[in-house]
């Protein structure tokens, strides 16, 4: 038994005319939580909607567990989707709706009313076998619908942005959730979001996609912490994405000022893209920083407060637990380890960067 | 005081106007328990016009058509509306626009039009007669079923259906199971709507009915000249009640319903 469950093998999908994913590789392996992250129009969805057999690949291949299924029915293939709207089936109960998979394949009764207490169970809906979906919330609903999906016993369980309808708190409660059962099921996890936050919370593994391309594969701290490339700096969390010059290993030419950095083998003065991620920036007396500007604003946001600064043209958003006077110049010091340099793409369609 | 006057002459005005919508129909029912053929003057109360009524073969005739013909064009209609409506529906925003337009004409269509126009049709491919007038009633009734049907396409989930193949069921199945049960409640009101518009029917049903048979609207057009007798009252008062009736139930049905969605979309997030 190969640790690899699901292969996607350069996978190439239009709508209209318009590339949806372009040669598209994907690697799925047994008890794993994927997630794929990117804004809307990425083909996260498509990606998902291939694998369940909703949609057809214009070329390329499916291989399940070494077989190869691009041309079998979403019925015929052992995976389960949750979708983003619920879709349990209102003219039954929440009971009925978790039996509809197995009644299909015709399992004794005896074996669906232990699935059910089961998976209700799993689900913490206990006791809610008898309602009629309408009558629940939209929690409530979506665990049902999860409910639904894991008592076939799918080796492979997708999410289609299951979450995105629910309030900020649920969601919350929700990923919790979804992590302890994905722990007590033991099967692989294909999930779809566009919220960062979730993805970075959630994943063994996040594919950032962006254009039909994966940006950037690899732990939500690589990700976070290495972002590749702008798109992906800019997409996880919030990031000073500046224009610099590699002087030489170990020195980053900014605004014209030489700051110390961890990175090498850029060659010398080579034109890169520097990330600095807000909370990383320090504001400090205009003499101690290497870049000195005006603050601009300051937000309090809670647990800390949004300070821009503007220096030489560009506004630096820092986050930061203590405020800065408005008006007054500053100066800014960043700690060489908190600086990432990222090549610069050769063009706008090269914003790719791969693992390998 | 002045809200008094002003309730009063809203009793008044809603009294003057439901006097004008029913007493004709009052006038008729009474007409039809009159012991006389006279229409002004009262003769006594009777049965006769009810008993003669269920004797008059060719009254029976007429409705024995007007029903078949009722009953079959609107299970025709919808047997061939459904598909139509879920394939519209699946089109794109073009096909969809351009298909509804095709399907909104045939409705606003003056009825004279489409008559002579299926007639000329008709002549030239089969008998007039039963079958011609059944596919013209088909013809006309589609419309009413795609159109009832087609909101509750629009506000179904879709991907209710990608959960059943999803989790297991053939496309068949999905469609029967999960689809059309969601669809009953328009796929109902889209029957009873084309069963109405056939019963009510006169003018495509005379241009193509050819001799030989008659639906009621066309027996009673024939009987005009001779004069309408007191049966015909008779029929019009147990059509109009069977009428009331369903209509009531429908109403009961639907009225029920609505207060459930009310009660479940308080509960909903």
């Not at chain 1, 992906?232 to 224009?243: K, L, P």
Request: net charge neutral.
């Amino acid at each position: 038994m190969s640790d690899v469950i699901l292969q996607l093998d350069s996978i190439s999908k239009k709508f209209d005319g318009k590339d949806i994913l372009k040669d598209f590789n994907l690697e799925l392996h047994r008890n794993e939580f994927v997630t794929l992250l990117g804004p809307s129009g990425c083909g996260k969805s498509t990606t998902l909607r291939i694998i369940g057999g909703f949609v057809k690949p214009d070329s390329g291949r499916v291989l399940f567990d070494g077989t190869d299924i691009t041309n079998l029915p979403p019925e015929k293939r052992n995976v389960n989707t949750v979708f983003q709207k619920y879709s349990l089936f209102p003219h039954m109960t929440v009971a009925e709706n978790i039996a509809f998979g197995l009644k299909l394949k015709k399992k004794s009764s005896k074996y669906i009313a232990d699935k059910i207490d089961y998976a209700l169970k799993l689900v913490n809906m206990e006791g809610y076998g008898g309602r009629n979906p309408e009558s629940l919330s939209g929690g409530q609903q979506q665990r049902v619908a999860i409910a639904r999906a894991i008592v076939n016993e799918p080796e492979i369980l997708l999410l289609d942005e299951p979450l995105g309808a629910l309030d900020l708190k649920l969601r919350h409660d929700m990923q919790r959730e979804l992590i302890k059962i994905k722990k007590e099921v033991g099967i692989t996890f294909l999930y779809v979001t566009h919220d960062q936050e979730e993805a970075l919370m959630m994943s063994d593994r996040i594919l950032v996609m962006n254009k039909g391309i994966i940006q950037q594969e690899g732990s939500s701290k690589s990700i976070y912490d290495e972002p590749q490339n702008a798109f992906v700096a800019d997409f996880i969390g919030e990031s000073n994405i500046i224009d610099g010059i590699m002087v030489k290993d170990l020195l980053v030419k900014i605004q014209g000022v030489d700051i110390p950095c961890v990175d090498t083998g850029f060659g010398t003065n080579t034109p890169v893209d520097v990330v600095i991620r807000p909370e990383d920036l320090e504001v400090v007396s205009k003499e101690e920083g290497f870049l000195k500007g005006t603050v601009t604003s300051v937000i309090f946001k809670g647990a800390y407060y949004e300070i821009k600064v503007l220096s030489d043209g560009y506004e630096w958003m820092i986050q930061s637990v203590n405020p800065a006077p408005v008006g007054e110049v500053v100066g800014l010091t960043v700690l060489p380890d908190n600086i990432q340099i990222m090549h610069k793409p050769a063009s706008d369609d090269e914003e790719v960067v791969r693992d390998e | 005081m002045v809200r008094k006057l002003k309730k009063a002459l809203s009793g008044i005005y809603v009294t003057l106007i439901g006097i004008l919508l029913y007493a004709p129909i009052l006038v008729l029912i009474i007409l039809s328990f009159n012991d006389s053929r006279s229409r002004v003057t009262w003769g006594g109360f009777t049965l006769d016009w009810y008993a003669r009524l269920f004797a008059n073969s060719q009254i029976m005739d007429a409705l024995w058509t007007t029903v078949l013909l009722a009953l079959g064009s609107a299970v025709i209609s919808v047997l061939i509306g459904v598909p139509g409506a879920i394939g519209i529906h699946a089109m794109s925003r073009r096909g969809y626009r351009a298909f509804m337009l095709l399907t909104n004409i045939p409705m606003l269509n003056a009825d004279i039009v489409t008559g002579i126009a299926l007639m000329l049709w008709f002549v030239h491919f089969l008998p007039l007669g039963f079958g011609s007038v059944l596919l013209a009633h088909i013809t006309f009734n589609i419309p009413y079923v795609i159109l009832s049907v087609m909101p509750r396409l629009q506000t179904m989930n879709i991907s209710v259906y990608e959960a059943t193949r999803d989790l297991g069921a053939g496309p068949v199945y999905s469609f029967f199971k999960v689809l059309l049960p969601q669809m009953a409640g328009g796929i109902l009101s889209g029957f009873f709507m084309a069963f109405t518009m056939s019963m009510d029917d006169f003018v495509i049903t005379y241009f193509t009915k050819g001799a030989g048979i008659n639906t009621l609207s066309t027996m009673i057009y024939g009987q005009i000249r001779k004069g309408i007798k007191p049966e015909l009252y008779a029929l019009s008062t147990l059509i109009f009640i069977i009428v009331l009736i369903i209509l009531t139930v429908f109403q009961f049905v639907s009225g029920r319903r609505e207060r459930n969605k009310t009660y479940k979309e308080r509960y909903n997030e």
